[in-house]
């Protein structure tokens, strides 16, 4: 298995975690989808999304993968007016990954990370590792250490 950017960077912070491998469906790459795939319901798989803040600039955002961004909070959260996703197009260049393996951790620059409060319901939440077909799973406490998130509730059920 080839380590990601976001593994290595895991691995250099001492923090522990686990990646779990599963098969790509090309049309089908929704995070509920990724969380039947590595066996997890989809409230403890979190979703990592790009938007860009009329006065922060770039950011990301960590829902469960059956929830939608709220970004008027996500907004109130970062302390910008109005929020946006960017367009799937621009993903890449500003992560260095590409859309269905875009991970909070390791990305091309540091971006401010808001996780929804819901992850510290779980032991273990699953993100993205930096590319399909690969899931990191580790505690929501080490995950906001490792790239300094900020907890709030950005996640419409």
Same mark, same amino acid.
């Given at each position: 298995?080839?380590?990601?950017?976001? =593994?290595?960077?895991?691995? #250099?912070?001492? @923090?522990?975690?686990?990646?779990?491998?599963?098969?790509?469906?090309?049309?089908?790459? #929704?995070?509920?989808?990724? =969380?039947?795939?590595?066996?997890?319901?989809?409230?403890?798989?979190?979703? $990592?999304?790009?938007?860009?803040?009329?006065? $922060?600039? +770039?950011?990301?955002?960590?829902?469960?993968?059956? &929830?939608?961004?709220?970004?008027?909070?996500?907004?109130?959260? #970062?302390?910008?007016?109005? +929020?946006?996703?960017?367009? +799937?197009?621009?993903?890449?260049?500003?992560?260095?990954?590409?859309?269905?393996? +875009? #991970?909070?951790?390791?990305?091309?620059?540091?971006?401010?990370?808001?996780?929804?409060?819901?992850?510290?319901?779980?032991?273990? @939440?699953?993100? &993205?590792?930096?590319?399909?077909?690969?899931?990191?799973?580790? =505690?929501?406490?080490?995950?906001?250490?490792?790239?300094?998130?900020?907890?709030? =509730? @950005?996640?419409?059920?």
């Amino acid at each position: 298995m080839t380590k990601t950017n976001a =593994a290595r960077m895991l691995d #250099s912070a001492g @923090i522990h975690y686990e990646l779990r491998e599963y098969e790509v469906d090309q049309n089908d790459l #929704s995070a509920p989808h990724v =969380a039947e795939k590595v066996g997890l319901p989809p409230e403890q798989v979190f979703k $990592t999304l790009v938007a860009r803040g009329d006065r $922060t600039g +770039v950011l990301m955002a960590c829902i469960p993968a059956n &929830s939608e961004l709220d970004l008027k909070a996500l907004a109130a959260a #970062s302390g910008n007016k109005k +929020v946006e996703l960017v367009a +799937v197009k621009e993903v890449l260049g500003l992560t260095g990954y590409i859309r269905g393996g +875009v #991970s909070p951790v390791g990305t091309r620059k540091p971006y401010p990370l808001y996780l929804d409060e819901t992850a510290e319901l779980w032991d273990i @939440i699953s993100v &993205s590792a930096g590319m399909r077909g690969c899931q990191m799973l580790l =505690a929501p406490g080490d995950l906001i250490r490792a790239v300094d998130a900020q907890r709030c =509730a @950005i996640a419409n059920f």
